[in-house]
């Protein structure tokens, strides 16, 4: 049938005008009319309304009664994915999440959030001095002492204080393959962007230009990145904030695939389990825009699959909803803060769809999505959590 051809376009048109709703990974369980995209678009809509009318107190009064709304929201993208306008609704809900917090009606959570990252550089709160105590003290010692090396690794972090296996992956691989490179240890600041999303600007810029500091004064060709929020932040917020860094930023699939691609490691190991593949928001939507374009072409989409499909004896099982389609896990700062039951039914929702392939292995390529899923399992497992690279490390 011709409309085999078109079955995109008409499950868009059909849903018209109302996809993002139907979408919306916070409202799909919320249920609630207020936790839907274009609501809380229309309640900052009716902010500009009473400003343009120069009724500044009937605004501010609108704002404040918006609070709760705005945060209902995991900045995931997919409403912006299936908008047949091509709407960025995320950056909206950024936007006004900023004002909330220069006019003082942010939740108190958002507060918080600002004070740990002022008191420790990280937003979990954790004693900065401390962001590597899990780790082992000489391995960390000669990795910061790689002068020279013109690699940089940014750890994250949510690797460095809640995943620390995802780093020793890291060094296993880059080991094998050869590769030397080197850490900021204590001089490594959390990349901003959390903060950003949260309305704390001021404070991510303060971030961006530490960070922006120490990275350049070691003088990487290459920074690799294993965090995708971090990633998206060094490649397109830092631009935005004026600390553009003189350097290539590349995600750790994208890294890793090259160096098995180019035979420089070899996976042996064999790991006779089926797998599926959760893509992180951040790499699967926030640089291909909508559904309508060639989603299954992107880089950061077929890397992380590539590398799985090459560990022998290892079988990939897609989940329904895959590539730029990907649901979110739920786990990011701010809705794990204020609305941590709507987190965890967001979560609950991915892992669901992982059985549902019948995999013993759920492969992720973000320390957030592993923290919040590894989370949520902890009383009945049903799936072995790894990360892409400890794949990899165990089939070295």
């Not at 750890?155 to 992956?169: D, S």
């Not at 549902?356 to 592993?370: D, F, G, N, R, S």
Request: glycine letters at 6%; one cysteine or more; aromatic letters at 8%.
């Amino acid at each position: 049938m011709y409309i085999d051809e078109l079955s995109e376009e008409i499950t868009i048109c059909a849903s018209c005008p109302l996809m993002c709703k139907n979408m919306c990974c916070f409202h799909l369980h919320d249920k609630t009319e207020s936790s839907a995209p274009h609501i809380r678009n229309l309640n900052l809509l009716k902010v500009l309304n009473e400003k343009e009318n120069s009724n500044d107190r009937l605004a501010m009064e609108q704002l404040e009664q918006s609070a709760g709304n705005l945060y209902k929201c995991t900045l995931c993208g997919q409403c912006t994915a299936w908008c047949d306008k091509d709407r960025d609704i995320p950056n909206n809900m950024m936007a006004g999440r900023a004002d909330l917090v220069d006019e003082g009606f942010a939740p108190e959570e958002v507060s918080e959030i600002g004070r740990r990252t002022e008191e420790d550089h990280n937003p979990l709160g954790e004693p900065h001095e401390e962001r590597y105590d899990k780790l082992d003290e000489d391995l960390i010692g000669e990795l910061e002492g790689n002068d020279g090396s013109k690699v940089g690794f940014w750890a994250g972090c949510i690797t460095t204080y809640r995943q620390p296996e995802m780093f020793e992956a890291i060094v296993k691989i880059m080991d094998s393959a050869g590769n030397d490179f080197q850490i900021l240890g204590e001089d490594e600041y959390c990349c901003g962007l959390p903060q950003y999303k949260a309305g704390l600007r001021d404070l991510a810029e303060e971030l961006a230009e530490h960070n922006k500091q120490e990275l350049e004064e070691r003088g990487f060709d290459t920074l690799l990145v294993d965090c995708p929020e971090c990633y998206r932040a060094f490649k397109e917020f830092y631009p935005d904030w004026g600390c553009s860094l003189d350097m290539e930023i590349v995600h750790t699939s994208e890294y890793i695939w090259d160096l098995i691609d180019e035979g420089k490691i070899s996976l042996e190991g064999e790991i006779s389990k089926k797998m599926t593949y959760h893509d992180p928001c951040e790499l699967a939507r926030h640089t291909t825009p909508t559904v309508r374009t060639n989603y299954d072409t992107s880089d950061i989409h077929e890397e992380p699959r590539n590398i799985l499909k090459a560990v022998p004896k290892s079988k990939l099982e897609e989940m329904k909803w895959n590539r730029i389609k990907t649901f979110c896990c739920g786990g990011g700062e701010g809705v794990r803060e204020i609305y941590p039951e709507a987190s965890e039914l967001i979560g609950s929702g991915v892992i669901d769809e992982a059985l549902k392939t019948e995999a013993e292995i759920l492969a992720v390529a973000c320390p957030k999505c592993k923290r919040q899923f590894s989370e949520l399992q902890n009383e009945d497992p049903k799936l072995e959590i790894y990360s892409v690279p400890e794949i990899v490390a165990k089939s070295l």
